[in-house]
């Protein structure tokens, strides 16, 4: 995986997609503004851009809370990842259970305004965490709960080797079956 920081100007743009303005934090409704481990509110998400074969926005909201409440402006967001050449966007945060992530993604760009749940961007959060030294909160083997926002609530595990490979896993429901003949 490939990890390289955000701009400041993407950072503040991503940000006003996420729900900012005028210096507000960077969700929007009811939720809590992000603030960093030291208490402090800041004006953008810790975020970068992340390849791990698409390439990732990933942001880091820090708190359950602050992901399951966000609510981004799907248009500037759809811009903002075409500029940038990426596939879309994954937030996360720390569940309240003090045991792994809570994570959304997002593709409005390519016409997904949210994925239930997505391997290839839980691959790029474990990159992200491993790259910013973040796993020492996770740990390297770690559970993702994604979807509930979009009535799918789904379970994802995740785990980062000592190289940094990372495999992503859990169960699945097969919808269709069949062949395809061209």
Request: charged share 20%; glycine share 14%; aromatic share 4%.
């Amino acid at each position: 995986a490939q990890v390289e920081a955000l701009s400041r100007t993407s950072a503040q743009r991503l940000a006003e997609s996420l729900g900012a303005a005028n210096g507000n934090p960077a969700v929007s409704g009811d939720s809590p503004p992000v603030r960093s481990t030291r208490g402090a509110v800041r004006p953008e998400p810790e975020s970068s851009l992340v390849n791990v074969g698409p390439q990732w926005l990933v942001a880091d909201l820090e708190s359950e809370a602050a992901v399951r409440g966000l609510r981004p402006d799907f248009r500037m967001l759809a811009a903002l990842c075409q500029e940038l050449g990426t596939v879309g966007l994954n937030v996360f945060g720390r569940a309240d259970s003090g045991r792994g992530l809570v994570v959304r993604s997002f593709a409005p760009a390519d016409g997904i305004p949210e994925d239930p749940v997505c391997g290839s961007g839980n691959a790029a959060i474990a990159a992200h965490l491993a790259d910013r030294g973040g796993l020492g909160t996770v740990g390297s083997s770690y559970s993702v709960s994604q979807g509930r926002e979009v009535g799918r609530d789904g379970t994802v595990y995740v785990e980062v080797d000592a190289e940094g490979a990372i495999e992503i896993g859990g169960a699945a429901i097969t919808c269709v079956d069949g062949t395809l003949r061209l």
